[in-house]
């Protein structure tokens, strides 16, 4: 089973919907991320969360926003998604025990259009 | 000019060929990560390290904190080695990921 999912897989919608990418994992980690990545582009993060009441921006936080539920569990919107917002979506988590060097783990992606 | 590098870009080999990437970082790093993704998107771990030398099957990874540079070889390449590999750097003292934007490589058979 893998240890961090993500739903959708793919979605296409259109401009001005109300979007959520959900993640869950069962890793057990505290902190999870969301990222965006654009063709010839490195992993963006949008925003991040060390535990379910601490939840923090991102270098490109506009137009999104999070909710982490649990601790398994952290959510990714888009208020009103724009063609711009057209990109793969990851989320990752990683632990914060000694020596885990925060490796994070990717889930597999969310293939997000906007049209 | 960005934080990580990679180079070259874009990478076509012959199966069988000894291949490596290389990745430069200006910053302050505690650990560097080798990752891979599959032409399906996904991404996985290949190593994490923060000085010397990891090896794993045909993969290598190497690293020297003094000059600030990672090179990842593959050994006797296959075409089911085809992706993208990208370098990604922990900065010193927090918790952020630098990534670099990725290598593309292909295996021909």
């Known amino acids: 089973d893998a240890d961090v999912t993500q739903t959708p897989r793919n979605r296409i919608t259109k401009t001005g919907k109300r979007i959520m990418l959900e993640c869950s994992q069962t890793?057990?980690?505290?902190?999870m991320y969301w990222y965006r990545q654009d063709p010839g582009l490195g992993l963006r993060l949008i925003y991040y969360s060390f535990d379910v009441k601490d939840i923090n921006k991102g270098e490109i936080s506009d137009g999104y926003s999070v909710s982490r539920q649990a601790q398994a569990k952290f959510s990714l919107s888009l208020e009103s998604a724009i063609p711009n917002q057209t990109a793969l979506y990851f989320c990752?988590?990683?632990?914060?025990?000694?020596?885990?060097?925060?490796?994070?783990?990717f889930g597999p992606g969310t293939r997000l259009t906007v049209l | 000019k960005n934080e990580v590098e990679q180079s070259p870009q874009n990478l076509t080999a012959q199966e069988g060929e000894f291949i490596t990437i290389n990745c430069s970082y200006s910053v302050g790093i505690s650990a560097l990560h080798w990752l891979q993704q599959h032409p399906g998107g996904g991404i996985v771990s290949l190593f994490m390290?923060?000085?010397g030398k990891k090896k794993h099957g045909r993969l290598i990874a190497t690293i020297n904190i003094q000059e600030k540079h990672s090179s990842l070889h593959i050994t006797a390449s296959h075409p089911r080695d085809s992706a993208v590999y990208i370098c990604a750097v922990r900065s010193s003292g927090t918790y952020k990921y630098i990534f670099g934007t990725g290598t593309r490589l292909k295996v021909l058979a």
């Open positions: 390290l923060s000085s």
């Open positions: 990752a988590t990683s632990d914060v025990g000694r020596g885990s060097y925060n490796e994070q783990f």
């Open positions: 890793k057990g980690h505290d902190r």
